[in-house]
């Protein structure tokens, strides 16, 4: 009676996958659904008028696709000692190989002929053979258990009893290979088994990215329990923020992320849609990012613009700056206008006081100043309080020379100024009084009281006393305005002021009638 089982009508059960995590990589290096022929090596021991042992046979599953198998079914006889060996796999890179094995196996107490068994068993063997090359022959390793590693005993949790309603079983087992590469065997004691697919091969962690790090994929350590350390590089357009590292479990999946990279400037972090991995992606035009980091890019700021993808900054439009001292995120700005109402609050024969408006445009900024700039001034001319990074709207100019006709320039400036070249101003002519001895001497408050005060003063040294017609005492509270000045003319060197107000502050300035 023939036990062969390929004849049979296999049902697949329902398998669960090994891995648990679909992150992991399988990288096959024996595949024996792909072959065309198989060709292992086999030995039997068996008696030889009862001796079968494994065979190589053809089955078509159930998606009508040929395969290759191998089966045996030897359990009528005594001393049943059937071995099967792979060919040899060299691991490359791997340090630990994994063995899927998919097979049918016939339960024994269900034979036409239960009295014809001798044996029957219900699992086979797993062994395996290190070796630094491919060196096997018909008898090399020797066929015992002695010679063979152990990997374990591949018992059925499955078994058929009905030819037509067979089911398939799935076992994966794994083992460390430190040499160059190894033979599997199967080892059959009296049971009828069909190997359906025999399938080796590693693990890997897949190429992944995180944080901005590319990790490799990387093969499994030698051990259930091994890590490997990956340290990781920056992807395209980041830079190492803290050294990147993953670690590698064995069952090629990625654990405990550490460090980072930054995505340049002009680069915004990302995570692709359907596999979560990281990059840095160019800004889109008419947006930018100028700083390192895992900031997003922004729209251009107010008065610039990017026409490129991935630019680190907006570039101002015609007309509009930035200085210096300016962030990129800034808007850019321009110099401000002229400043408007530019006049003379007074001047006398050396001294012109001047005062203007703030500019209608102050470019969109806050840091406006002016500069005071006098054409043809010579000499120890001074400015008060300063000639330039004036934060006030009025300026003095002492020292002017008696007169002369001066063009006195005011400009508006902030901090693009420099950086546009553009330096708007106003100006306006003025001149100084003539020059003559009207300046009285030893001026002196003669008599006081509570809403009056009077005056007296000398004629300057070496002035003829009677050549003078009179005097203009200009006079004024502290709280107003020079030029606003009441003038009173006397002939007399003395004078009194009378309803004044108590409790203010006085300014009396007495010069000779028609001279300043």
Same mark, same amino acid.
């Given at each position: ?108 107490? #269900?034979? =036409? ?38 990997? !374990? ?111 340049? =400037? ?51 439009? !015609? ?39 703030? =500019? ?81 001497? #030893? ?74």
């Amino acid at each position: 009676m023939d036990f062969s089982c390929v004849s049979l009508s296999l049902t697949a059960i329902s398998i669960v996958s090994f891995w648990t995590r679909s992150s992991a990589l399988q990288v096959n290096l024996l595949d024996s659904t792909t072959a065309e022929t198989l060709d292992w090596v086999s030995y039997s021991t068996a008696e030889r008028s009862s001796r079968r042992g494994w065979r190589e046979a053809s089955y078509a599953n159930n998606d009508g696709d040929v395969l290759r198998v191998y089966t045996v079914c030897d359990v009528a006889a005594l001393g049943v000692d059937n071995w099967l060996r792979t060919p040899f796999i060299a691991r490359g890179d791997a340090a630990r190989l994994y063995v899927e094995v998919k097979f049918s196996m016939r339960k024994c107490t #269900n034979y =036409p002929s239960p009295g014809r068994l001798q044996q029957c068993k219900e699992s086979f063997k797993l062994l395996y053979y290190e070796a630094e090359s491919d060196f096997a022959n018909s008898m090399m390793p020797t066929w015992d258990e002695e010679t063979y590693r152990h990997v !374990d005993v591949i018992a059925a949790d499955k078994v058929f009893t009905d030819n037509n309603n067979a089911v398939i079983n799935t076992e994966v087992r794994s083992v460390s290979v430190l040499r160059s590469g190894a033979y599997f065997a199967f080892y059959d004691r009296g049971a009828c088994v069909t190997l359906l697919s025999v399938r080796l091969y590693y693990v890997l962690c897949p190429a992944v990215s995180a944080n901005f790090a590319l990790f490799p994929n990387t093969t499994t350590g030698a051990e259930l329990t091994s890590i490997v350390q990956v340290d990781g590089r920056c992807v395209e357009n980041a830079v190492v923020d803290k050294s990147p590292s993953y670690l590698c479990k064995a069952d090629g999946s990625w654990y405990y992320n550490t460090g980072s990279c930054l995505c340049l =400037p002009g680069f915004e972090p990302w995570e692709h849609p359907e596999d979560g991995q990281s990059f840095c992606k160019a800004c889109p035009v008419y947006t930018s990012k100028w700083q390192l980091g895992s900031d997003f890019c922004q729209p251009c700021p107010e008065n610039s613009e990017a026409v490129k993808a991935g630019s680190s900054e907006c570039q101002c439009i !015609d007309g509009y700056f930035r200085s210096v001292a300016d962030s990129p995120a800034v808007p850019c700005t321009r110099p401000p206008s002229g400043v408007e109402n530019l006049s003379v609050d007074f001047a006398s024969h050396s001294v012109v006081n001047l005062s203007w408006h703030r =500019p209608r445009d102050s470019g969109g900024r806050a840091d406006l100043r002016y500069r005071v700039e006098c054409v043809e001034c010579r000499g120890r001319v001074s400015y008060v309080p300063a000639q330039s990074m004036l934060n006030f709207t009025r300026v003095s100019l002492v020292g002017l020379t008696s007169n002369t006709m001066y063009k006195i320039l005011v400009f508006a400036e902030n901090d693009v100024s420099a950086v546009s070249g553009v330096y708007i101003s106003s100006e306006i002519l003025v001149t100084t009084e003539a020059a003559v001895p009207s300046k009285v001497t #030893n001026v002196r408050v003669t008599s006081l009281g509570s809403d009056r005060i009077s005056l007296g003063w000398d004629a300057p040294e070496g002035f003829d006393a009677a050549s003078i017609e009179g005097y203009e005492v200009r006079s004024w509270r502290d709280s107003e305005r020079p030029i606003n000045a009441t003038v009173t003319v006397v002939a007399s060197p003395n004078v009194t002021f009378h309803r004044l107000m108590q409790q203010s502050r006085y300014s009396f300035m007495p010069l000779i009638q028609g001279t300043d």
